[in-house]
């Protein structure tokens, strides 16, 4: 199994600009979530989906778009690109483990520079 | 608002020694506990996790103690080792299908010196 996997790795935008984070699971996991990781604020929720065809704001979705029509792709949109979006995006998957186990799966980020 | 507070922001063990991180809640509607630990270029990686209706969990050189009263929740780790450098991430979300949405803390850096 690959994983969580997410591309790009790295991306620079001019203000303005659209372009889309993709994510793929392969592990036929119904959640999943994106992340945004910024200094001294831990990572903060963006989005969230808890299955095909259903998705959830998180604390900081303005700005972006998600929809997710298969188990296993969840992209993340940035519609009009801004500087306070530069931050390191992490996709994430999870399933209801046995015995209360609820990990998720991170994927490695993709760091977006906004000039 | 930040719902889970986490200190210190930093910290310097020596191998060997003891590291404990603490992290506060506000929302008692939370219902689980994890910790992640990331190493620089990675993503985060699920530690160890718990839930309200225990006070501690021990799974090898890391403990979480559990204060409900308190709504206080830390990481000991112990005989720290310099592979344990890392930035340790305590979270918590709430139950059913809200448990994947995940309320982190600031995150604390830690560094073992060999």
């Known amino acids: 199994n690959a994983g969580v996997t997410q591309t790009p790795k790295f991306q620079v935008l001019k203000t303005g600009q659209s372009m889309t984070l993709q994510c793929a699971q392969d592990?036929?996991?119904?959640?999943m979530s994106w992340y945004r990781q910024d200094p001294g604020m831990g990572l903060r929720l963006i989005h969230y989906?808890?299955?095909?065809?259903?998705?959830d704001q998180g604390e900081v979705p303005n700005g972006y778009n998600v929809s997710r029509s298969t188990t296993e792709d969840f992209p993340l949109r940035l519609l009009s690109a801004a500087p306070s979006q530069t931050s390191v995006y992490f996709c994430a998957s999870s399933y209801p483990g046995l015995a209360g186990s609820y990990e998720q799966y991170f994927g490695p980020g993709t760091r977006l520079t906004v000039t | 608002q930040q719902q889970v507070k986490q200190s210190p922001q930093s910290l310097i063990v020596q191998k060997g020694g003891i590291s404990i991180i603490n992290c506060a809640y506000e929302n008692t509607a939370f219902d689980y506990f994890p910790w992640y630990q990331q190493f620089p270029g990675k993503g985060p990686a699920l530690l160890i996790a718990i839930r309200p209706d225990v006070s501690e969990k021990k799974e090898g050189r890391f403990t979480i103690s559990f204060n409900k009263s308190a709504k206080q929740f830390s990481l000991h780790i112990m005989d720290s080792q310099p592979g344990d450098s890392a930035t340790y991430f305590c979270a918590a979300s709430m139950g059913g299908t809200s448990y994947g949405k995940l309320t982190f803390g600031q995150g604390t850096i830690l560094t073992v010196h060999p």
């Open positions: 989906s808890v299955g095909a065809g259903i998705t």
């Open positions: 592990m036929n996991h119904e959640y």
